[in-house]
């Protein structure tokens, strides 16, 4: 059980063009939904926190206008690379915590590899 | 906010032998997660360990929580155990900045 599916794997587009990423738990709800970017050989730096049906909380100098975050069920969130660029080619991963366990424990998908040409 | 610090950054070993990886937290942690990120970027749950010890495999870990610390036990590593190990603060989100573990056949 727990299991946290992000698709795409890898995606490659070109400089302006917008990319969607996809977080869904696939046997639990989810209260909460976080986002990820991970540079090379370093550690996760938390994007934002989305919760069902209401709107993302970014970390201080993440632009909500460039990653939008959409959390529409208790088991899909997106998130929404707008008019990329190379310099937000990165590693982005999510996670989901259970709601009903509500302990907090993190289940991470498989992260989405995004290039930007 | 609560800093998470991993020791040692980098641990070379041969094939068979044990390891020790330490979490310190600046502030009372409640819901202490450690992780392995293995080579595909995968991050897979290896302990979720508020307090005392588990054991699963020849993986086993310990928190003292009143003391603010996390150990991570690797026994008879083999190379697939070779990675980026995690601690984090799962209730806030923030993680360490790993140990990297490579180990030898």
């Known amino acids: 059980g727990a299991v946290v599916s992000q698709h795409p794997s890898r995606v490659i587009c070109k400089s302006g063009t917008s990319v969607k990423i996809e977080c869904r738990s696939l046997?639990?709800?989810?209260?909460?939904m976080f986002w990820y970017r991970q540079f090379p050989k370093k550690s996760l730096m938390l994007m934002a926190t989305?919760?069902?049906?209401?709107?993302?909380?970014?970390e201080q100098g993440v632009e909500k206008d460039k990653f939008l975050i959409n959390h529409a069920s208790l088991t899909l969130s997106t998130l929404t690379v707008t008019s990329a660029h190379p310099e937000d080619s990165s590693f982005y991963i999510c996670?989901?915590?259970?709601?009903?366990?509500?302990?907090?424990?993190?289940?991470f998908g498989e992260g989405s590899r995004l290039t930007v040409l | 906010g609560i800093q998470v610090e991993q020791s040692p950054p980098d641990l070379i070993l041969q094939e068979g032998a044990n390891s020790t990886l330490r979490c310190n937290f600046s502030?009372?942690?409640?819901?202490l997660q450690w992780f392995h990120q293995n080579p595909w970027g995968q991050l897979i749950n290896l302990f979720y360990?508020?307090?005392g010890t588990k054991q699963n495999g020849r993986l086993s870990a310990t928190t003292v929580a009143t003391e603010r610390y996390s150990l991570l036990y690797i026994s008879s590593s083999q190379t697939t155990d070779s990675g980026v190990y995690f601690c984090?603060?799962?209730?806030?989100?923030?993680f360490g900045d790993g140990t990297t573990l490579t180990v030898k056949p």
């Open positions: 360990i508020p307090s």
């Open positions: 502030d009372s942690v409640n819901n």
């Open positions: 046997d639990f709800q989810a209260t909460t």
């Open positions: 996670s989901a915590s259970h709601r009903t366990a509500n302990t907090g424990e993190l289940f």
């Open positions: 984090a603060d799962a209730g806030k989100s923030t």
């Open positions: 989305s919760n069902e049906g209401s709107k993302a909380t970014y």
